[in-house]
């Protein structure tokens, strides 16, 4: 993963990656479906 200058990330998704982003790139089956679970924790 590749930070960004103020320390976030930026992910990306899709059946290819974006130019010059491979590092920070998740493949995704084209023909198929596509599902985004987020689990978040704070700190309690």
């Known amino acids: 993963m590749v930070k960004n200058a103020d ?3 930026d992910v990306y998704f ?3 990656a974006p130019a010059g ?3 920070n790139w ?3 089956n ?3 479906k596509f599902e ?5 924790y704070g700190p309690q």
Do not use: I, M, N, Y
């Open 7 to 9: 320390g976030t990330v």
């Open 14 to 16: 899709g059946p290819k």
């Open 21 to 23: 982003k491979a590092s």
């Open 26 to 28: 998740v493949q995704t």
């Open 30 to 32: 084209p023909g198929g």
């Open 36 to 40: 985004v679970l987020f689990r978040l």
